[in-house]
């Protein structure tokens, strides 16, 4: 079952095999009031403990895909369903520490229907999530 918050609490781990970690994790739900391509995505920055993982290096994963920021643009056939998540993999060589760590999300939205000097549209959303294994 998905949360209220954006960032979801289940799906905030480590990633990487143990004792190599190459990174994090970061589970999201689809934070638009309705569906869109995932080529209206321009990227997903997260912020943990105040440092800051910009968008261009992060993956974005849905289902069993995952997508460079260049090819969300090239996703136009792909959707994200008004209730699906999806998963963003921070690299970051060792992974964090186990803890609870203030999270930060700032989805880039795109809308077709919104003049360009509107654009991007970014949602953002905050939180407290726990590392359990480092």
Known sequence: MLERSHIQSTGFRNAGPAGARTGFEVRLRQANYRSSRLSLIEGVDITVDGVLYPAE???????????TRAELNEAT?????????????????????????RVESAIHYRHPYFPPEFQPVIVRNERHATIIQP
């Open 57 to 67: 290096h992060n993956l974005f994963r849905l289902g069993e895909q995952t997508y």
């Open 77 to 101: 056939q792909t959707r994200l369903y008004v209730g699906d998540h999806f998963t963003v993999i921070v690299p970051k060589p060792g992974g964090l520490a186990r803890g609870v760590h």
